[in-house]
Antibody
Framework: EVQLVESGGGLVQPGRSLRLSCTTSGFTFGDYTMSWVRQAPGKGLQWVGFIRSKAFGGTTEHAAAVKGRFTISRDDSKSIAYLQMNSLKTEDTAIYYC??????????????WGQGTMVTVSS | DIQMTQSPSSLSASVGDRITITCRASQGIRNDLGWFQQKPGKAPKRLIYAASSLQSGVPSRFSGSGSGTEFTLTISSLQPEDFATYYCLQHNVYPRTFGQGTKVEIK
């Protein structure tokens, strides 16, 4: 069974850091570009960024709202994607989801999502 | 950035109604679009990929159409379990962008 499980969320003060993990199983993680999407309370979905698979360079793209503060990485040996969040702001408060996409398989585009992890930035 | 304009933002409908939700892209995105359903407290669930392909296991009353800049999600006969919020997502270019969402409520 394909699974994505986010962890690492919690309450953090503005200006501090937090690292989220997306632990996966049931598929060949290395073949997939991994994305992070967030949802502020009562709001819509917002793309945060992605990390390409190694076959596509393993590079990252981030949304303007988080660029320079958030960094996505991956450990293919552990099948985990990470979202390092630095200099957190109150507006980063949201549920953070991870999702997958194998660029060689259009049918896989964002087909599976984790359950999400809540990040609350507050003093 | 590509803007995805989704309409309506909300709608009230009855069980058995046919409803259509539209997403318009500010520039052409081929068919690189998905539709997602989200219920309160749950993760998004993919319904449609490549603009018109039905996700395995999703009821056939859901359908998607369009290419380029205009896309639609249609539910042919609304069922009680379909009351939720629906989003489109373009993945033709980055930043990826979602529509603002359409909340489907019971009339």
């Amino acid at each position: 069974e394909v699974q994505l499980v986010e962890s690492g969320g919690g309450l953090v003060q503005p200006g501090r850091s937090l690292r989220l993990s997306c632990t996966t199983s049931g598929f060949t993680f290395g073949d997939y570009t991994m994305s992070w999407v967030r949802q502020a309370p009562g709001k819509g979905l917002q793309w945060v960024g992605f990390i390409r698979s190694k076959a596509f360079g393993g590079t990252t793209e981030h949304a303007a709202a988080v660029k320079g503060r958030f960094t996505i990485s991956r450990d293919d040996s552990k099948s985990i994607a990470y979202l390092q969040m630095n200099s957190l702001k109150t507006e980063d408060t949201a549920i953070y989801y991870c999702t997958r996409y194998n660029w060689n398989d259009p049918e896989s585009a964002f087909d599976i999502w984790g359950q999400g992890t809540m990040v609350t930035v507050s003093s | 950035d590509i803007q995805m304009t989704q309409s309506p933002s909300s709608l009230s409908a009855s069980v058995g109604d046919r409803i259509t939700i539209t997403c318009r892209a500010s520039q052409g995105i081929r068919n690189d679009l998905g539709w997602f359903q989200q219920k309160p407290g749950k993760a998004p669930k993919r319904l449609i990929y490549a603009a018109s392909s039905l996700q395995s296991g999703v009821p056939s009353r859901f359908s998607g159409s369009g290419s380029g800049t205009e896309f639609t999600l249609t539910i042919s006969s609304l069922q009680p379990e379909d009351f939720a919020t629906y989003y489109c997502l373009q993945h033709n270019v980055y930043p990826r962008t979602f529509g603002q969402g359409t909340k489907v409520e019971i009339k």
